[in-house]
């Protein structure tokens, strides 16, 4: 947006989510995002609620699916998802259940699931830790027909790492790989 902005362009930036819709927009990246007329903050015991008026006239409210930083009373600066959704193809994606559904195959004794780094592509990525007796060929053979069948195009690890654990940082946090 700032080489937009440098260049003479006009910019708009909207957030939302497939739940509510657009809640809020801003022109400049280094601004908080505004609340759109027909929305508001949640209060009271709806704190934690984005309040939308309908156009028929009734309001209805939704959960915030984001860690926000309110900037005011209708202005937000929205941080990471509190679903741990990822976006896949423009669908949202829970890791942590494509990691329980390919821990469910025979071959599988534990089971990592990220999303690819930009440079690695735009798909998910999985770190297998096979269960004895699996070589890795067999293994990703199977782990791919496993994942046609149980998981939809979206949710289907694109890559597959194999090792004897998973890998972990020097605190003993599960790290990228």
Same mark, same amino acid.
């Given at each position: 947006?700032?080489?937009?902005?440098?260049?003479?362009?006009?910019?708009?930036?909207?957030?939302?989510?497939?739940?509510?819709?657009?809640? @809020?927009?801003?022109? %400049?990246?280094?601004?908080?995002? @505004? +609340?759109?007329?027909?929305?508001? =903050?949640? #209060?009271?015991?709806?704190?934690?609620? +984005?309040? =939308?008026?309908?156009?028929?006239? #009734? +309001?209805?409210?939704?959960?915030? $699916?984001? %860690?926000?930083?309110?900037?005011?009373?209708?202005?937000?600066?929205?941080? #990471?998802?509190?679903?741990?959704?990822?976006? !896949?193809?423009?669908? %949202?994606?829970?890791?942590?259940?494509?990691?329980?559904? $390919?821990?469910?195959?025979?071959? !599988?004794? &534990? @089971? +990592?699931? *990220?999303?690819?780094?930009?440079?690695?592509?735009? *798909?998910?990525?999985?770190?297998? !830790?096979?269960? &004895?007796?699996? %070589?890795? &060929?067999? $293994?990703?053979?199977?782990?791919?027909?496993?994942?046609?069948?149980?998981?939809?195009?979206?949710? =289907?690890?694109?890559?597959?790492?194999?090792?004897?654990?998973?890998?972990?940082?020097?605190?003993?946090?599960?790290?990228?790989?």
């Amino acid at each position: 947006m700032h080489a937009l902005l440098n260049n003479g362009f006009r910019t708009v930036e909207f957030f939302g989510s497939s739940e509510i819709g657009v809640v @809020c927009c801003r022109e %400049n990246p280094d601004t908080p995002f @505004c +609340l759109l007329p027909h929305v508001a =903050r949640g #209060t009271g015991e709806h704190e934690g609620t +984005l309040e =939308r008026l309908l156009p028929d006239g #009734t +309001l209805t409210r939704y959960p915030v $699916l984001d %860690n926000i930083t309110w900037a005011g009373e209708r202005s937000l600066r929205p941080g #990471t998802r509190l679903d741990k959704a990822v976006q !896949v193809a423009g669908v %949202n994606v829970y890791p942590q259940h494509v990691s329980s559904v $390919l821990e469910r195959h025979e071959g !599988v004794r &534990q @089971c +990592l699931v *990220r999303l690819m780094r930009p440079e690695e592509g735009y *798909r998910l990525k999985a770190f297998i !830790v096979p269960t &004895q007796g699996w %070589n890795e &060929q067999a $293994l990703r053979a199977s782990l791919a027909f496993f994942a046609r069948k149980h998981l939809d195009d979206a949710q =289907r690890p694109a890559h597959y790492s194999f090792g004897e654990d998973i890998p972990r940082g020097p605190i003993g946090k599960p790290t990228d790989w």
